[in-house]
């Protein structure tokens, strides 16, 4: 009785909220970002390894209907949880089995980040700062490209930006206090089952120095607010844990220790990066506004005269997810994604009270001339530079086209500048990423389609091929993880190299008729028989 009566008061007053509003704002943000998501997103080729493999994996468990235990090439491949499997199962069984179809996750789930982020900032701070951080989430390159990618940081991205916001709306509500934590732990739950423990850090860490900081941590202990709550928790992500424990005994020893323990302690997996990575590649992927810190150090200066209590928990959130990450050992660009919708939300929010009267011209002027160097200097090498990459990377027409599109985009920022005009200044730049995102995008199918995929390949050999034929993938098969995907003919693997080689804590038997392995010493004697053997590798093997 207690629960429902909180659901109707959250509805009702959200209702009377939106009522208030004005719906403009929200259909051109909705309109603009499912543009920017969607637009030619199923024309290039699936990216090796990352697409290829995911594509794959989800495309073999719709073929033996198994909806339990992730299979590459038909050997287990549980590295991550199975929530992204089970989105990229849904779309393929809604719309067929292709590239646009497999990213239609990642993109949705970019989108409903955007629109969340709109809601609780429309909720806690105003309209106005709850469209500036919205349209600087919608057009920021890195934010998009990773949406457009197969990849599974875009959906735990929005669990983790789910979970910090609904808590946050908990700790600070009054009669919905309830219905709040319990989207906390059903966004945790599934922020879980998208990428594993890291979830329990990126959320803790900010919460913890919340709560210590603000004095509130035996006010949010109370068991009422999470008995519930932890219940759901609990039955969401055992629905499939308990499943896979009991199929592969060693599963959880496996996933603890050697998919999380040693990939963020150790120094022996690939993409070893110093702890430093993330603290200079964050600014570089919120350009172009962590050129004009201007807004922010007035925004930072007035800390105390509005929602500092607000502007604690973001920072909070920001630096939490930063450290945490900086720690780790292991590090990938799309790994720092979760921490972009916090410090768009401050950007945001730090536009909005900008003003002609109290922005900084000296700051503004010199955001300008940044960003007008970077465009002179992607000109220079489109002009100048091109026969140094244009043979791997025939980009020359798309970095002309960036560079002349932000140099005149900049030379409005100058007008308006000299016009005193903050707000146009503001909306100059998201207009200029918003184009940029043409060249962009077709630059990263040109590069993709010349050297990340088998695809072309795959669809020339495809109609040679005889039922009885047998392909063969030598050696490591992380740059072929697409071969199969497109080829839809049997591939076999020579021996178990790359992430596909067993572990400590894992053992495949490559005499188990399920998988598609082969002794490398069996796969000699294959080339005796008469029957046709198709064999495919790195150059560098060969």
């Not at 005193?420 to 630059?443: C, D, G, H, Q, R």
Request: with cysteine.
């Amino acid at each position: 009785m207690k629960y429902s009566q909180n659901y109707k008061y959250f509805f009702d007053k959200t209702l009377r909220f939106a009522m208030k509003k004005t719906l403009i704002p929200v259909i051109i943000i909705t309109i603009l970002s499912r543009f920017l998501f969607l637009y030619q997103l199923g024309e290039r080729s699936l990216y090796n390894p990352d697409e290829g493999r995911y594509a794959e994996i989800a495309k073999e468990m719709v073929l033996r209907n198994d909806f339990i235990e992730p299979r590459l090439y038909n050997v287990d491949y549980l590295a991550k949880p199975i929530l992204f499997y089970w989105l990229l199962i849904v779309s393929f069984k809604l719309f067929g089995i292709t590239e646009l179809t497999a990213r239609l996750v990642p993109a949705l789930f970019g989108f409903l980040g955007i629109l969340i982020t709109y809601w609780f900032v429309n909720r806690k701070i105003n309209q106005k700062a709850a469209v500036y951080s919205s349209l600087i989430m919608a057009t920021n390159f890195w934010y998009l490209q990773v949406g457009r990618f197969l990849v599974i940081d875009m959906v735990f991205t929005f669990f983790i930006l789910c979970s910090l916001i609904f808590f946050y709306s908990a700790i600070t509500a009054e009669k919905e206090k309830s219905f709040f934590y319990i989207l906390f732990y059903i966004s945790l739950a599934f922020a879980f089952l998208a990428k594993g423990f890291a979830c329990f850090f990126l959320t803790g860490i900010p919460i913890g120095f919340y709560l210590l900081f603000t004095k509130q941590i035996k006010k949010s202990s109370q068991l009422k607010y999470h008995f519930f709550g932890i219940t759901v928790f609990l039955a969401l992500i055992g629905i499939w844990m308990i499943q896979i424990s009991i199929r592969e005994p060693d599963f959880l020893k496996s996933f603890i220790i050697h998919e999380h323990l040693k990939r963020f302690m150790s120094n022996d997996y690939e993409h070893q990066r110093p702890f430093y990575f993330f603290l200079l590649l964050v600014p570089l992927f919120c350009s172009p506004w962590t050129f004009f810190i201007g807004p922010l150090k007035q925004f930072f200066s007035n800390w105390k005269n509005k929602n500092s209590d607000l502007k604690l928990f973001l920072v909070l959130c920001v630096l939490g997810i930063i450290s945490f990450f900086s720690i780790s050992k292991t590090k990938l660009p799309t790994y720092c994604l979760p921490v972009l919708p916090f410090i768009f939300i401050l950007m945001g929010y730090a536009w909005s009270e900008t003003s002609e009267q109290n922005y900084s011209r000296k700051l503004t002027f010199t955001g300008i001339i940044i960003f007008a160097v970077t465009a002179v200097g992607a000109i220079i090498a489109a002009v100048l530079f091109y026969p140094l990459y244009n043979e791997l990377y025939p980009i020359k027409d798309d970095l002309l086209y960036l560079g002349i599109t932000v140099l005149i985009g900049t030379a409005v920022c100058f007008v308006f500048y000299r016009r005193n005009k903050i707000e146009f200044i503001f909306y100059t730049l998201v207009i200029i990423m918003f184009l940029t995102t043409f060249p962009v995008n077709s630059a990263v199918k040109k590069i993709i389609d010349l050297n990340y995929t088998t695809k072309y390949f795959a669809s020339e050999l495809k109609p040679l091929l005889q039922k009885e034929d047998i392909v063969f993938i030598y050696g490591n098969p992380s740059r072929f993880y697409d071969f199969q995907f497109y080829l839809d003919h049997q591939v076999t693997l020579v021996g178990l190299l790359g992430e596909l080689k067993p572990n400590e804590y894992t053992n495949i038997d490559e005499e188990d008729e399920d998988i598609n392995v082969i002794d490398p010493e069996k796969f000699k004697k294959m080339f005796k028989g008469k029957k046709n053997v198709l064999l495919f590798n790195e150059k560098k093997i060969f």
